[in-house]
């Protein structure tokens, strides 16, 4: 099958060529130099003449490998495509994995706490981490900002046709939020929490899920006590037993529809939508939710001023610090607008949940069909205990606690007409 080469003729003649050219031009009494810079090139191509007859020779022999290798698989009649051999012995290279090494990758956490390092962290440590190392994505109080998701809420929305799953809602296992934690967050700095940091910031989400307490610490010894919502919203995938086995036989080909349609598309489901619209995860409200009754029943003490006139400047003053903790969700003042949460503007003697522009959960929802108005009492029940309050409200904050920082909140809020 092979043929010869054709490369030996043209090399020849350039070197005869050559050698003409220079012993015409010596027989003519050309010069020394000259004759030496004609050497030289002939020299050259010689080396060059030499290299090609090298790489032909090469070439063919490669050429030749293959055919014969092309006619002992046709003359076996072998399959071209056949896998290749398997060697029997090692490549002999690299060394063993020490076990240190495992132990470095092994960091995954199981759902009954194996695989848990030793460490411990409390609702309030947690609190402070995730602002500082969360809270740009995720919200102050775990609410989520823009398109990125909240980490609490959603209770009692699984049945709902845009159900929102959140840690809380949704989440069955406590392992899963503490071991994507550790591995994953914060966002473009993974791998950098402590494994007490990291303890408190899960403490923190299930307080801000109502899971816990605000005094709840979580370590790797009370890890497993935690009871998530959903826990038992799960079951064990049995379809290869029991599905498998149908789906095998010949499929139906009766019946079937004309056109199908397209009712929504998975981009629009996500996180962060491609069309810069609402994201379904950051709507934490639950359709079904207790009735609000604006007359409340508020039994503490608290002085609370009744109207706009006549307030305390230093009582404004003081709430101006303690709206601090607002600002991350709420404007108030002149150009105010709606953020994570309301403007709050004219709050005290408006209509709840009336405020045009925003989202608000079933539960205000309610309340404004009801015609239920904030006044000073129920104001200051609410900030005290949002959740407690109005239960299926999206805002996750934990409450003001002093009743002087209530007080003085509630006596700056009122300082802005709408």
Not at 19 to 44: D, F, K, P
Not at 170 to 186: F, G, K, V
Not at 217 to 225: D, K, M, P, R, Y
Not at 321 to 341: D, L
Request: include cysteine; hydrophobic fraction near 40%.
């Amino acid at each position: 099958m092979s043929k010869s080469l054709n490369l030996f003729v043209p090399a020849i003649g350039v070197t005869a060529l050559a050698l003409g050219l220079a012993y015409g031009l010596s027989s003519r009494h050309y010069s020394a130099q000259t004759i030496e810079t004609l050497e030289t090139r002939v020299q050259q191509t010689e080396e060059n003449v030499a290299r090609a007859i090298a790489e032909a020779a090469r070439l063919q022999a490669e050429r030749n490998a293959l055919e014969q290798i092309s006619a002992e698989a046709a003359t076996a009649n072998a399959d071209l495509t056949a896998p290749a051999p398997v060697s029997e012995g090692a490549y002999g290279l690299g060394r063993p994995a020490l076990p240190e090494e495992l132990a470095a990758w092994n960091v995954d956490v199981l759902p009954d706490g194996r695989g848990l390092p030793e460490g411990r962290g409390d609702v309030w440590t947690g609190e402070e981490v995730f602002v500082d190392k969360c809270a740009s994505c995720h919200g102050d109080f775990a609410e989520g900002v823009g398109n990125w998701p909240a980490l609490a809420g959603g209770f009692d929305t699984l049945a709902n046709e845009d159900p929102v799953k959140t840690v809380g809602s949704y989440w069955p296992y406590l392992s899963t939020a503490w071991d994507y934690i550790n591995r994953s967050m914060p966002f473009g700095e993974a791998g950098t929490l402590t494994a007490d940091e990291t303890y408190a910031i899960v403490a923190y989400i299930m307080y801000s899920n109502h899971l816990v307490d605000d005094d709840f610490e979580l370590s790797h010894e009370n890890f497993t006590e935690v009871e998530m919502y959903n826990g038992d919203g799960f079951v064990v995938d049995d379809r290869p037993e029991l599905e498998y086995a149908e789906w095998q036989t010949e499929p139906c080909m009766e019946n079937c529809k004309d056109t199908v349609e397209i009712t929504m598309r998975a981009t629009f489901l996500d996180v962060t939508p491609d069309d810069g619209g609402q994201s379904v995860v950051d709507d934490g409200a639950a359709d079904a939710g207790p009735v609000f009754s604006a007359s409340g029943d508020a039994t503490d003490e608290t002085a609370l001023p009744d109207d706009t006139d006549g307030l305390d400047p230093a009582l404004v003053a003081a709430g101006e610090g303690v709206f601090r903790q607002c600002k991350s969700c709420h404007q108030i003042g002149e150009g105010a607008s709606n953020r994570t949460g309301p403007a709050l503007n004219g709050i005290v003697g408006r209509t709840i949940g009336t405020v045009d522009g925003f989202r608000y959960s079933g539960v205000f929802q309610e309340a404004a069909a009801a015609g239920d108005v904030w006044t000073p009492e129920n104001l200051a029940a609410f900030l005290k205990d949002p959740r407690g309050m109005m239960a299926g409200t999206k805002m996750s904050f934990r409450g003001v606690r002093d009743e002087a920082d209530v007080a003085a909140l509630i006596a700056y809020m009122q300082s802005f007409e709408k």
